[in-house]
């Protein structure tokens, strides 16, 4: 259980909060196509520890942050940095979050997120730390110096409508974890990116794979091509996709 500060937007009114919150009962983050705006808060939730999502958390609208500035740069944190940790199977809808977590969410296994916004992405936003197929259907992240999405668990990864500016990568395979392998499989559609690098930085020796279409990328590479270890050494950058193979692109414009 976590303690928060639930402000409501247009109000001068705080109240504490123990479990989820249940306001504004429509959602404002409901949209029918890739949008490059993030949409005006109901309110702000402040909590002072990750908030653990076992079944389905719908958000209503609300920006979601730590009490107080745990983003040091590129220090990679722990689960303690989050503000979502979502259980094997849980899903997350109608959130946005702050700049002061460090980890953004981690997903210990399967995971639906919809609708979620990044207003400032520190060390990473979404993170898969354990087996498991992940879906992003929608929602944005914007100032990712390092990675969107990185993907430490195999399984399969779908990004949908989804809006990404100013970022390092969207998606990262990890490249150096302790007992490293795949294949993990990446799909990515109807996705905009803007002003950054690859999409997808896979790694061919364990047979991961990025399909984009229907997606346009102003800057950077569709793909970056690596061979991983699981010895924590730096990867090794051996191509550029689409290679037709282990990185294929179909409707996908260099302009946005």
Not at 13 to 29: G, I, K
Not at 42 to 49: K, V, Y
Request: proline fraction near 4%.
């Amino acid at each position: 259980m976590y303690s928060a500060t639930l402000l409501l937007a247009g109000s001068g009114m705080a109240m504490a909060a123990s479990q989820y919150f249940v306001a504004n009962t429509t959602s404002p983050l409901i949209a029918a196509a890739v949008t490059s705006t993030i949409p005006e808060p109901a309110g702000t939730s402040l909590s002072s520890e990750p908030i653990s999502v076992s079944g389905s958390f719908d958000g209503k609208g609300f920006l979601y942050d730590r009490d107080s500035v745990l983003c040091n740069d590129q220090q990679e944190g722990g689960d303690d940095d989050t503000i979502f940790l979502l259980e094997d199977g849980a899903s997350l809808s109608n959130v946005i979050i702050g700049p002061n977590q460090a980890e953004g969410i981690h997903c210990a296994g399967s995971c639906t997120l919809t609708n979620v916004w990044f207003q400032d992405v520190c060390e990473d936003a979404i993170s898969l730390k354990g087996d498991g197929d992940m879906t992003i259907s929608g929602g944005g992240a914007f100032h990712a110096s390092d990675k969107v999405i990185q993907l430490n668990g195999i399984g399969q990864l779908t990004v949908d409508n989804f809006y990404v500016e100013d970022y390092g990568k969207l998606v990262r395979s990890c490249g150096n974890c302790d007992g490293n392998g795949g294949p993990r499989n990446i799909e990515i559609s109807n996705v905009v990116a803007i002003d950054g690098g690859p999409l997808c930085g896979i790694n061919t020796n364990y047979g991961d794979t990025c399909d984009i279409v229907d997606s346009c990328q102003d800057s950077g590479e569709s793909c970056t091509l690596y061979t991983g270890n699981d010895t924590g050494d730096e990867p090794e950058e051996v191509g550029e996709g689409p290679d037709g193979k282990y990185c294929v692109t179909e409707n996908f414009k260099s302009s946005c």
